[in-house]
């Protein structure tokens, strides 16, 4: 299983960037997918969560009204767009995958839920 995670680099307070994350290895449809952050002496943070239909997702309050996260399972890839950027938002973000095990299944925001881990991609954000 791999996750490849792009799209990350520096833009200044209320730029934009979108992060794609390509699945290869696993039957994508069967994943809620996640992005998590982690900045230099924290740990690590969920940012958003998507179920495997793209129907639902779930965000940390600090993002509400400024990411979305989506996914195109025709393409194995999610998506994070990050529109006006803050300082605050400076980590490296990761995909991640969480394995879909029953019926009605939640998007999880606890990392050690989930199976699989891209990379990681850095987002910095100047002021």
């Known amino acids: 299983v791999q996750l490849q995670a792009s799209g990350g680099g520096l833009v200044e307070a209320g730029g934009s960037l979108r992060l794609s994350c390509v699945a290869s290895?696993?039957?994508?449809?069967?994943?809620?997918m996640g992005w998590f952050r982690q900045a230099p002496g924290q740990e690590r943070e969920f940012v958003a969560g998507?179920?495997?239909?793209?129907?639902?997702?779930n965000y940390v309050d600090s993002v509400k009204g400024r990411f979305t996260i989506s996914r195109d399972n025709a393409k194995n890839t999610v998506y994070l767009q990050m529109n006006s950027l803050k300082p605050g938002d400076t980590a490296i973000y990761y995909c991640?995958?969480?394995?879909?095990?029953?019926?009605?299944?939640?998007?999880?925001?606890?990392?050690?839920?989930?199976?699989?881990w891209g990379q990681g991609t850095q987002v910095t954000v100047s002021s």
């Open positions: 991640a995958a969480d394995k879909i095990t029953s019926v009605y299944y939640s998007i999880n925001d606890k990392p050690e839920i989930y199976d699989f």
């Open positions: 998507v179920s495997s239909t793209g129907n639902n997702a």
């Open positions: 290895g696993l039957y994508f449809r069967s994943y809620v």
